[in-house]
């Protein structure tokens, strides 16, 4: 059976609500939420009694560890600290005794004792993402505490001090009473613990989104049980309404009754279980939500409808079987039997829930229109017996009898009237008769065989046909019209319901998000009811709308203490700027990256904030988060256009149905800019409960654990050995130092001649190690011996250039020393692929020092030059002799070449 009416019944993430609701039937109870999956366990809530205890208020306390160390003291007790970080670190459920300082002032704490219960809060995967820790002052039954004023004394003189104020302060009469003072800590201390033991891991609540959740002994009003008895129901309302008119007017005790005082037995009995079922079942409150609390659906049931069905269901006909001396009392109770259309109300909400306007529509108002018409006969017909009872012979119910030839026969009783009728017509002429008349007065004016003929009969038919009339224009003549004025909020309703599945359904949309949709649209109805607030608003003047406005953000004003020096003004101006929002279950109402323009007030629900897939913060009522925006510096020429935008570093997700007001930035930096007073005490009074710009800085437990296990593992495994040539090791030696692997020594002195060394490959095929910054250049004297040293070793191959020319060759390698190393590596890797070669050119250059033909080889530069192989250079054929001194000069050959070598590179 379709509804409009199931109610908000998405899964929500309730546990803050429950939470909440648990601990505010205890008296002095506090708690605190804490991340289990961040390092050091920040602080995630904060209820407003802890603050009241610690004397910290809620931004004071957010992201701070849930070891409360910043209340230790002087006296707290080390090996509780110990106990109650080993049971955070164990996800385990424990309890101690611990002495913590409070804050009851700028420079001043007090110490007070705690009893203090951890629990693990574990998600729908079985994983302890919360610690649940719950306080309760105790510092009464604890001994006195030590002051700062004794701390100096000794031991002797604190021990008088105790003894001094306890012979002051004892009296005779406390003493005597201290037996009975002792009994009641033990009985306290019990009943403490017995709160705190009963929150074992079965009876705590999970933080995962669940559907609502209702007792056992509750039935959800949309379940198909509910739904299949108010049809059961519906059908025996309507049987009602045709018989209890129909008996209480032909009233009769024959054996042709039994078997309907029996049909109308089972129905009492029907209804009596009615009454049963409305003390456990669920309804919509106003907001839209089901409630399946047991005691407010009793009371709510009460205090509507019960008064009514309990009258309803009673046993009238049981007083049919009085004798003939009670029939007046039998007719007086079977008459209150009507109650029970009072019912009918009922019915008709419940057929607005299930029935779309239309053909159905119609067909019920035309049985309504011959139900009526049943009433109107059987009081038609009620009135014709009074008045032959009455002794009136030209009733219609008298010609009636006579016309059918079945007359009626009075019986009179002691000569008084109304006298008892007997013989007449059978009962269905009777009443075939009444409806007959009632009809054709409700249709037309009658075609007069049956008519009025007594004063009573002829006011009854002018009623009848006014009501007739009413009816036939309505149902017959402007039944369209007529309805949609009456519904049309609800006829928007379900046209905004139909717009949204045919959109969904056209587009395809996944059945969760169809779901979602659809649960938020019923929802923000259920809220507005379908007004336009924005509409409505327009049609007062402004100095009404700020009137309305500030009513509707009453309980932001009234909650905050940052808004109780406001003036009306100022309240006024604030009131026309807030905005009014409705979230849905895992709604996304900021998003990491999304520029901060609102400052959010949270009015009802619960909502998470997450940073890198970890709940940091949980807000709920009461609670505000956005930007300081009014801490910014001001820009030039007031324009607040121009201030700083900075984005979200978390995302901000809803666990409930939440209401939040929020006003942008621009609007509440102009109300602040126009009551600078209000600024400052705004600005001093206003604590954001979590400031979406700053970004939270933590560690994960699951890395932290990870590293630990990477350490164990290279600790335990031996270090791997590489062989000279492995793979490894070749790549290890690329990045070695300069001086570790013969780098490129360019001099340049002032001497005749200059060298310049590039390392040689090994014997054993290796790439010589080059480094990747530029080549030192140092002066050497002597060149032509370090040539020939260099020549003879085979380590390096050494090019004579003449000092002009190498001067010029430094000047143009100062704003190239980046591509100088590319240049190397080519170098090397030229005279890796030919040793032979630098070999020759390594010795003639030694020996005739003019020879640079290894040096250009390893340059690669022979293309840009002479176009000759390396080959055909490198090899001892002669043509070294081609180039001379004048090579590496300025403007040479070499020179260019070089040059040009570096640009492409």
């Known amino acids: 059976m379709p509804t409009n009416r199931r109610g908000l019944v998405a899964p929500q993430n309730t546990f803050l609500e429950n939470i909440v609701r648990r601990y505010n039937s205890l008296p002095d109870c506090s708690f605190l939420l804490a991340n289990a999956q961040i390092v050091d366990y920040p602080i995630v809530y904060c209820s407003e009694s802890f603050c009241k205890i610690s004397g910290y208020n809620r931004a004071e306390v957010m992201q701070k560890s849930c070891r ?17 970080e ?46 649940l820790l719950t306080f309760r002052d105790i510092t009464a039954l604890k001994n006195p505490i030590e002051d700062d004023s004794s701390k100096n004394l000794s031991k002797f003189a604190r021990l008088a001090r105790t003894v001094t104020r306890s012979r002051s302060a004892l009296s005779t009469q406390i003493s005597s009473n201290l037996p009975i003072i002792k009994a009641q800590e033990s009985t306290i201390r019990q009943s403490h613990f017995g709160q705190f033991m009963t929150l074992n891991p079965e009876i705590l609540p999970q933080y995962r989104q669940e559907a609502p959740k209702t007792p056992p002994h509750i039935l959800l009003h949309y379940c198909a049980f509910k739904a299949i008895w108010d049809w059961i129901i519906l059908i025996l309302t309507f049987y009602t309404a045709i018989m209890v008119p129909y008996n209480v007017a032909f009233r009769n005790k024959t054996t042709e009754d039994r078997v309907l005082l029996i049909v109308d037995s089972v129905v009492d009995v029907v209804f009596a279980i009615d009454i049963l079922l409305n003390f456990h079942t669920t309804f919509v409150g106003p907001g839209g939500e089901v409630v399946s609390d047991p005691a407010i659906i009793k009371r709510n049931y009460v205090k509507t409808w019960f008064v009514i069905d309990l009258l309803s269901c009673l046993p009238y006909d049981v007083f049919n079987a009085f004798g003939a001396d009670d029939v007046s009392i039998g007719s007086l109770f079977s008459t209150l039997k009507v109650v029970r259309l009072l019912r009918l109300g009922r019915v008709v909400r419940k057929v607005d829930r299930y029935i779309e306007y239309g053909t159905m529509m119609l067909i019920l108002l035309i049985c309504v ?46 000569m008084t009237f109304p006298r008892e009728l007997v013989g007449g017509p059978t009962r269905w002429t009777l009443y075939i008769t009444s409806i007959y008349f009632t009809m054709t007065c409700m249709t037309s004016v009658g075609f007069g065989n049956v008519s009025p003929e007594t ?41 905004m319901l139909n717009n949204v599945r045919e959109f969904m359904k056209l587009h395809e949309v996944p059945e969760a998000l169809r779901e979602r949709v659809m649960d938020y649209v019923v929802s923000t109805w259920a809220m507005t009811k379908g007004i336009d607030s924005k509409k409505v608003l327009s049609y007062v003047p402004k100095d009404m709308n700020a009137d ?22 100022c309240l006024r101006a604030l009131a026309t700027e807030f905005v009014m929002d409705h979230s849905a279950p895992g709604d996304l109402l900021y998003h990491v990256g999304e520029v901060i323009e609102s400052l959010c007030f949270v009015v009802s629900g619960s909502l998470e904030v997450i940073q890198d897939e970890e709940v940091v913060a949980i807000l709920g009522k009461g609670d505000v988060f956005g930007d300081a925006f009014w801490l910014y510096p001001e820009p030039d020429g007031k324009d607040n256009s121009q201030m700083p935008e900075y984005t ?24 602040l800019n126009s009551h600078r007073q209000f600024r400052t005490s705004f600005s001093n009074r206003l604590v954001l409960t979590y400031n979406l710009r700053n970004r939270i800085i933590f560690r994960k437990v699951a890395d932290l654990k990870h590293e630990q296990e990477l350490d164990e593992m290279q600790q335990h495994q031996p270090q791997q050995e590489f062989s000279q040539d492995h793979i490894v090791r070749r790549l290890i030696s690329k990045f070695r130092k300069p001086s570790d692997a013969g780098a490129i020594v360019l001099p340049s002195s002032t001497g005749s001649s200059n ?112 176009g000759e192989s390396s080959s055909n250079r490198s090899s001892a054929d002669g043509r070294e002799d081609e180039m001379d001194e004048n090579y590496f000069r300025p403007g040479g050959k070499g020179h260019q070449a070089l040059l040009e070598n570096m640009d492409k590179r």
Request: charged share 15%.
């Open 68 to 84: 409360c160390s910043f209340m230790y003291g002087e006296l707290t007790d080390k090996q509780t600290i110990s106990q109650v």
């Open 548 to 569: 309305i406005c500030v009513h509707l953000n009453r309980k932001v004003f009234n909650e905050h203490p940052a808004f109780r020096l406001a003036s009306d003004g």
């Open 369 to 414: 229109y011959m139900m009526v018409a049943h009433w109107l006969a059987c009081i038609w017909y009620v009135i014709g017996r009074r008045d032959a009872e009455s002794g009136i012979r030209h009733s219609w119910l008298w010609k009636l009898g006579n016309v059918t030839q079945n007359p009626f026969e009075p019986i009179t009783k002691n």
């Open 86 to 131: 080993q049971n955070l670190e164990n996800h385990s459920m424990d309890h101690f005794e611990i002495l913590l300082y409070k804050k009851s002032g700028p420079q001043t704490r007090v110490p007070i004792w705690l009893l203090l219960h951890i629990a693990p809060i574990k998600n729908e995967k079985n994983i302890v993402v919360l610690f």
């Open 755 to 866: 060298t310049l060394q590039v390392p040689q490959p090994s014997h054993g095929g290796g790439i010589p190690t080059i480094s990747g910054q530029v080549a030192a250049i140092e002066g050497v004297a002597g060149a032509s011996s370090d040539a020939q040293d260099g020549g003879s070793s085979g380590s390096h191959t050494v090019i004579q250039v003449p000092g002009a020319g190498m001067s010029s060759i430094q000047r143009s390698l100062a704003g190239k020393q980046s591509r100088w190393s590319q240049l190397v590596a080519s170098a090397a890797a030229g005279a890796a692929s030919k040793p032979a070669a630098a070999s020759t050119s390594a010795t003639t250059a030694a020996t005739s020092g003019a020879d640079v033909s290894g040096t250009r080889s390893l340059l690669d530069i022979q293309s840009d030059t002479h």
């Open 455 to 495: 004063d009573n009969e002829k006011m009854f038919t002018i009623l009848m046909m006014v009501i007739g009339a009413l009816l036939y224009a309505t149902i017959f003549g402007h039944v369209t019209t007529i309805i949609q004025q009456m519904m049309s909020a609800t006829a928007r309703y379900h046209e």
């Open 648 to 671: 979200s570093t978390a995302n901000v997700r809803a666990l409930t149905y939440c209401d939040l007001h929020a006003i942008k930035r621009e609007g509440l930096m102009r109300v």
